[in-house]
C-alpha cells in the first residue's frame, strides 16, 4: 500500500464542470503538495499547504491534518486544465511521499 | 528568477550503454532531488543532496546508478550500464524552506529510452 493514495486514477470531463481530486496519506507529513504535470513537460507546483484551505485562481485545494486527507478542486474546468495532477506529502528534510497521480482530461 | 535547468530533454540509448543527466539547482537551494518517474506513476526517489553530501540514497540501485553533486551546485546523475526498465522520465528537484515548510521546485525533466 502506498503511504499517499490519490483517486480517481483517471478522470474525464466536460469543459465547464467542477472537477475534484482526492488524496489520502497515512504517513505523518507537515505540509501537502499538489503538483501539476503537463504531458512531455516538467511539473509545476500548484500549492503547498499545512492546513485549511487555499485559491488560487479556479483551483481550491483542501487538507483535513485530522483526517490525513487532502482535496484539489477545479472550479469552471477547461480543456487546458488536462494534465497530471500529482498530491506529495512531505516535511522539512525528510522524503517527499508521491501518490501515482490522476490523469484529467476536459472535454471542449 | 531562474528554475530548474537539466539537460538534455530526450535521450535514446542501447541497453548496455551509459548515460548522463545534467542539472543546475534554482540558486541558493541546499537540497536536490533527482526522481526516477516511470509511465503511469509518481516520481520514485532516487537520491537526495543536502549541499554536496547525501542524505538519502537508499533507493539507487548502486550497482549501475551513481549520483554527485561537487561544490554543492550543479549535479550528474549516470547510468552505467543502462538497462530496458531504466526508460523513465528522471527528474531534477531542489527545495527551499518557506515558512517553516519545505516546497519541492522541479526541472522538466530528462526522457530517457533504452532500446
Known amino acids: 500500500k502506498n503511504e499517499v493514495e490519490q483517486s480517481p486514477q483517471n478522470l474525464t470531463a466536460q469543459e465547464g464542470e467542477f472537477i475534484t481530486i482526492n488524496c489520502s496519506y497515512s504517513v505523518g507529513i507537515s505540509a501537502l503538495h499538489w503538483l501539476q504535470q503537463h504531458p512531455g513537460g516538467g511539473i509545476v507546483s500548484l500549492f503547498m499547504?499545512?492546513?485549511g484551505k487555499k485559491k488560487h485562481g479556479r483551483l481550491i485545494a483542501t487538507i483535513n491534518i485530522q483526517e490525513k486527507h487532502s482535496s484539489l478542486h477545479i472550479t469552471a474546468s477547461h480543456p487546458r486544465d488536462s494534465a497530471v495532477y500529482i498530491c506529495a506529502g512531505g516535511s522539512t528534510g525528510n522524503q517527499f511521499y508521491f501518490g501515482t497521480g490522476t490523469s484529467l482530461t476536459v472535454i471542449p | 528568477e531562474a528554475g530548474v535547468a537539466q539537460s538534455p530533454r530526450y535521450k535514446i540509448i542501447e541497453k548496455r550503454q551509459s548515460v548522463a543527466f545534467w542539472c543546475n539547482p534554482i540558486s541558493g537551494h541546499a537540497t536536490l532531488y533527482w526522481y526516477q518517474q516511470i509511465l503511469g506513476q509518481g516520481p520514485k526517489l532516487l537520491i537526495q543532496f543536502q549541499n554536496n553530501g547525501v542524505v538519502d540514497d537508499s533507493q539507487l540501485p548502486k550497482d549501475r546508478f551513481s549520483a554527485e553533486r561537487l561544490k554543492g551546485v550543479d549535479s550528474t546523475l549516470k547510468i552505467q550500464p543502462a538497462k530496458l526498465e531504466d526508460s523513465a522520465v528522471y527528474l531534477c528537484?531542489?527545495?527551499?524552506?518557506?515558512?517553516?515548510?519545505?516546497?519541492?521546485?522541479f526541472g522538466s525533466g530528462t526522457q530517457l529510452s533504452v532500446l
Open positions: 499547504l499545512s492546513s
Open positions: 528537484a531542489s527545495s527551499q524552506v518557506t515558512g517553516g515548510y519545505e516546497k519541492l521546485f
